[in-house]
């Protein structure tokens, strides 16, 4: 039986990499709704993926005017919003010693900022009882090389899910966030040039303790589960999908 029947879910970054494998993931339970980019071309393609029960805003996250039009546009369509997967997010390398500030206010602006403003702006849009569903970070949890602003941000993330629980009790709307390893994207092949791109993923996958890196449609799995009834009993808890990364590795 599909959990998610017609369940009414936004997915910001549901383009690419973590955020298309949630939607999949979420789409094959039956629920419909809309995938947030500002890639026409990705967004185009990931909608031939999931089909016409779901569809494509083309705007960015970090300006308020688009999160209000993100959720009218959906709840205009679908009716009110079930589950909401702030997912956009993006890690850049930097040091202390080498950080600009406007590095500083881009990282923090997309990773942790517009997280904040896409609850705060869908709320008016969401059911009671819905479920937020934010994405951390492993390196949160350990140091990375040159990761340091990116975990920052994401700890935060990974505090609003108990935060944004506790301010929206009355809604009984609940926050919890998946904290996602190395997970095989896009965003991870940014990092690495492409005649290398193969072997660097056999280095990583033979460090986690799993064997291999995270695939989108692993992290899919926990959304699916944290959008559903399964999951009423969880406010502000923090699911590592990791394959045992960060703290077995
Ligand atoms: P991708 O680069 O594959 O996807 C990032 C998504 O975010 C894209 O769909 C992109 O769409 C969207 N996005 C970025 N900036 C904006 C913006 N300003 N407005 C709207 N959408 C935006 O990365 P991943 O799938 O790897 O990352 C998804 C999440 O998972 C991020 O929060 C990341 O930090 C987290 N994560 C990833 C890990 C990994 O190893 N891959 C590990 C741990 C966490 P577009 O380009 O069209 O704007």
């Known amino acids: 039986m599909s959990k998610l029947k017609n369940k ?29 980019g500002r890639n026409q071309e990705t967004l185009d393609s990931a ?51 080498n950080t600009t ?38 390196a949160a949890h350990r140091a990375y090389a040159s990761f340091t602003l990116y975990g920052a941000a994401k700890s935060a993330v990974i505090y609003l899910a108990k935060g944004f629980s506790s301010d929206l009790l009355d809604r009984k709307i609940r926050a919890n966030v998946i904290i996602p390893g190395t997970t095989d994207t896009p965003a991870f092949d940014k990092f690495i040039p492409a005649e290398q791109i193969d072997a660097v993923k056999q280095q990583f996958a033979e460090v986690v303790p799993a064997g291999r890196i995270g695939k ?11 959008a559903s009834e399964d999951s009423s009993f969880m406010l502000g808890a923090e699911l590592l999908v990791d394959g045992g990364m960060t703290y077995l590795a």
């Open 216 to 226: 989108p449609s692993d992290i899919g799995k926990i959304a699916v589960f944290l």
């Open 101 to 138: 500030e406007a590095d500083y206010d881009k990282l923090m602006n997309l990773n942790l900022k517009a997280v904040y403003f896409t609850v705060q702006k869908s709320l008016p849009y969401m059911n009671d009882g819905s479920s937020v569903i934010l994405i951390g970070s492993n």
């Open 8 to 36: 009414v879910a936004v997915i910001t970054g549901g383009n690419s990499g973590i955020g298309l494998g949630i939607a999949e993931a979420l789409k094959n339970e039956g629920a419909v709704g809309a995938i947030v």
């Open 47 to 97: 909608i031939a993926l999931l089909g016409d029960s779901f569809i494509a805003i083309n705007a960015d996250v970090t300006n308020m005017d688009d999160l209000e039009r993100i959720f009218k546009t959906t709840s205009e369509k679908f009716g009110k919003i079930d589950t909401l997967v702030a997912n956009a997010g993006a890690g850049t390398m930097g040091t202390v010693a």
